[in-house]
């Protein structure tokens, strides 16, 4: 594998492991990593112990490893696009896109983990299940959960521009408080031991149940000949 160790810029201008992907790359704690030449490919792990400064669209890809980021993850002065795929699980253990937003975020992985904000201009696709760490905020031009969420008793708000796609056909519970501050498209079961929060319209593109303490609808709501159960402990307005 290849280990960095600066407390300076690290800069990549090319591929990584474009044609024999590297073994393992690993990072440490100071200094910056600047990814501005596009692919990262390894067989196994990928650790950034620093701070990860997207230089150009980049993909990140672990066959068999794990994808993990120890501190913040930004585009530089121009947006950019992040996509992971690990055969394995990534974590994000600060935030993404807080100083410079990503255009989006895309995952293929075994589980990730967020402890921090997650802030791009278009798209987050998750398709991989995800857990939080932390109180979290997702926000963007569009979000796309279909790979399930546990909340691990945290906050979730979740404030995109287009409708907001939840998928409870896989395990989207677990949750403290959910908050969505626009439009929502819904299937399947959504937990919360606390409120949930729909300050758009909401659509329900399945059979849907919402289970929780309260549950507010801001907008309204179309069943579009779809099932709706409220589970809620106290009032739902």
């Known amino acids: 594998g290849l280990v960095l160790n600066s407390q300076g810029t690290t800069s990549f201008s090319g591929a990584i492991g474009a044609t024999n992907q590297l073994g393992s790359l690993t990072t440490d704690a100071g200094g910056t990593t600047q990814l501005a030449g596009g692919p990262v490919n390894t067989s196994d792990a990928q650790t950034f112990g620093d701070t990860v400064i997207l230089g150009a669209d980049t993909s990140l890809s672990s066959a068999n490893g794990s994808i993990s980021f120890a501190n913040a993850v930004d585009s530089d002065t121009t947006a950019r696009t992040l996509n992971i795929s690990s055969g394995s699980t ?71 521009i287009a409708p907001i796609t939840i998928d409870g056909s896989e395990t989207f519970g677990n949750i403290a408080n959910l908050s969505v501050q626009n439009n929502a498209n819904l299937s399947g079961t959504i937990n919360t031991t606390g409120f949930q929060n729909y300050g758009g319209a909401v659509t329900l593109v399945g059979d849907t149940t919402l289970q929780g303490t309260s549950g507010t609808f801001g907008g309204g709501l179309d069943g579009q000949t779809n099932n709706l159960q409220l589970e809620f402990s106290s009032e739902t307005e």
């Open 90 to 160: 990534v974590s994000f253990d600060a935030a993404v896109g807080s100083s410079n937003p990503l255009v989006s975020l895309t995952l293929a992985a075994t589980g990730t983990t967020f402890a921090d904000d997650v802030t791009t201009t278009g798209i987050q696709n998750y398709n991989t299940p995800v857990t939080l760490l932390n109180d979290v905020t997702f926000q963007g031009g569009e979000g796309q959960f279909t790979g399930g969420l546990d909340g691990n008793q945290k906050d979730l708000a979740l404030n995109f």
